[in-house]
């Protein structure tokens, strides 16, 4: 198994709109991707960072999806769903 972490920043007050917009809209469309397994979505204690880690089956997909996450979040970027400050693969 492989997570893919991802960083974006937040304004503030945006914390609990940005946990339930990836609980609603992201993860309904990463069960669309082949090999994805679950996700976990968090908020830093102050607020300014959305955090999140999902878990792919393998390296492969991993890699096929990276460049469509990346498209998928500048396209469908807004105030509850800022676009990537980073996102990094591990395992």
Known sequence: MFARIFR????PGQGDGYARSI????????????????????????GKEGIGISFWNGRKTQKLTTAQLTRMSAKHSSPLWPALRSLTSIG
């Open 23 to 46: 609980d609603q809209k992201v993860i309904p469309i990463l069960r669309k991707f082949s090999g994805f397994r679950d996700e976990i979505a968090m908020v830093s204690a102050d």
């Open 8 to 11: 974006a920043d937040l304004k």
